[in-house]
């Protein structure tokens, strides 16, 4: 467990950061203008659907990186990082390429000139975010990897520090250095400035340069390509799945507008919560999919399958506590966000629901993570495509529109209810074909 923990928490560090660093922006935006505020929120939603390209692609990395630790095979690390640095600068590029195509949506959907306007120089400024925070987080998984996890612990705290502070000077402007307001496209120069510092100290002083820079790395053209066709076989299919889930979320906000907006405060509250709740779940699924692969490098299969099943029982336990922490707390939780009685009651109850998917999230979550280590992720991908997107999204807008009618037994239009209840439905099928998978995985390897 002592080698978890040291893999868990840099990990949930750099992803709590993520998610607080925006909070806080919106939080500070928020005391500027209303304008400015629509404009961040629509920026950082953007970024969060094409961010997620270049993480798929850096789990099929990660991955690569542990097994050849585990052999302390260094040429390969070495081959392995350089290839990693090519792929999430091509990330970036069809980030930015979507970003691009993006770049009027929030015309489309009615926003002011002035929204838009703020919007677009916000996309311009991600451009320049995405280089530096893919490239760090390829720099921290290095760290990760070779049993360094504290550098990342380090660094993420020193990045969250001078954040904060950058993002209040220029968000609202310094008089002394006659640093005008600049809203919205101050907390982004300021994210750009702090990424792109934090990378330079990062390979500097905390960067494992002895994995990198040996005598004699070369490697055949063969062994590259092989080992880039690998790497690629895992990233793209995760790459695909993290695409289409955070495409699914964004497209229930959409779906559920003609219901009113008691009813979209409503699910914007229950969504943000198990948002942030999954942070844990997978963090501990990143965490145990790099030492199983490094113990799967060092050919101890037999250790590696005992790690496996222990995962699964202490996720099972980690997001069944915070399912109930979160049913328990759901009073608290619901004032916290509104003062809307509705609002409160109608979140409330969909709480249960989402407690529910938490739990199954997080389990699928880890058992894809696992299938990863023993090269099935096509299978996964699959499942997640089919049965949580189209059975799930497509059904949940079946039930929350049309109904069920069969025969003399019917379910009336569930409304939101219809989303959230086919969600998890969905969340259990998928569980329960992932552990078939995850039983056969040995079979399966390939796929």
């Known amino acids: 467990m002592n080698q978890i923990f040291k ?28 304008d400015h505020v629509a404009a ?21 990395v990660m991955l690569k990186l542990s097994e050849a630790y585990g052999c302390h095979d260094i040429p390969r690390i070495r081959q392995i990082f350089i290839q990693g ?38 996309i311009w400024a991600l451009v320049f975010i995405l280089p530096a925070h893919l490239l760090m987080r390829l720099f921290t998984a290095l760290s990760q990897v070779t049993e360094n996890a504290y550098k990342v612990l380090l660094s993420d705290s020193l990045f969250f520090i001078l954040k904060i502070i950058l993002s209040y000077l220029l968000i609202y402007g310094v008089a002394l ?7 919205a496209i101050g907390a982004l120069l300021a994210t750009i400035i702090v990424r792109w510092f ?36 895992i990233g793209i299919p995760t790459a695909i799945m993290a695409l ?9 906000a959409i779906l559920i507008l003609p219901f009113g907006s008691v009813v979209s405060a409503a699910h914007q509250i229950v969504a943000s919560t198990g948002g942030f709740m999954f942070i844990f779940p997978s963090s501990i699924a990143s965490a145990y999919s790099i030492l199983v692969s490094r113990t799967m490098g060092s050919g101890n299969m037999k250790e590696a399958d005992k790690i496996a099943r222990q995962s699964i029982w202490v996720i099972m336990a980690v997001s069944g506590s915070l399912s109930l922490c ?7 939780i619901v004032t916290f966000y509104s003062d809307d009685l509705a609002v409160q009651i109608l979140a409330a109850s969909l709480l249960l629901i989402v407690c529910m998917s938490h739990f199954l999230d997080g389990l699928m979550t880890l058992l894809t993570s696992l299938l990863r280590c023993w090269d099935v992720s096509i299978l996964p991908m699959l499942i997640f495509l089919v049965v949580v997107l189209c059975f799930g999204l497509g059904g949940g807008w079946w039930m929350a529109y049309k109904g069920l009618h069969w025969g003399s037994h019917s379910i009336s239009a569930m409304g939101i209810y219809g989303f959230w209840s086919m969600a998890a439905i969905s969340y259990l099928v998928a569980c329960v074909l992932s552990a078939f998978c995850f039983r056969f995985r040995k079979q399966l390897r390939g796929f």
């Open 7 to 34: 893999l868990f928490i840099p990990m949930l560090s750099s992803n709590l950061i993520v998610v607080l660093s925006g909070l806080i922006d919106i939080a500070y935006v928020g005391h500027f203008s209303n």
């Open 40 to 60: 961040l929120s629509v920026t950082l939603s953007l970024y969060t659907v094409v961010y997620v390209i270049g993480m798929g692609i850096l789990q099929g």
């Open 85 to 122: 640095v090519w792929l999430m600068l091509c990330s970036a590029l069809v980030s930015i390429a979507l970003l691009y195509l993006f770049r009027d949506l929030p015309k489309l959907f009615g926003a002011s000139e002035h929204v838009v306007s703020i919007t677009k120089n916000c």
């Open 177 to 183: 250095f006659s640093i005008p307001p600049l809203g």
């Open 198 to 233: 934090m990378l330079a100290v990062y390979y500097l002083f905390f960067l494992e340069k002895r994995y990198i820079f040996i005598e004699h790395p070369e490697q055949s053209v063969e062994d590259s390509r092989q080992s880039l066709c690998m790497i690629l076989k």
């Open 244 to 252: 289409m889930d955070v495409v699914a979320f964004c497209s229930v």
């Open 326 to 332: 979160l049913w328990l707390e759901r009073g608290l």
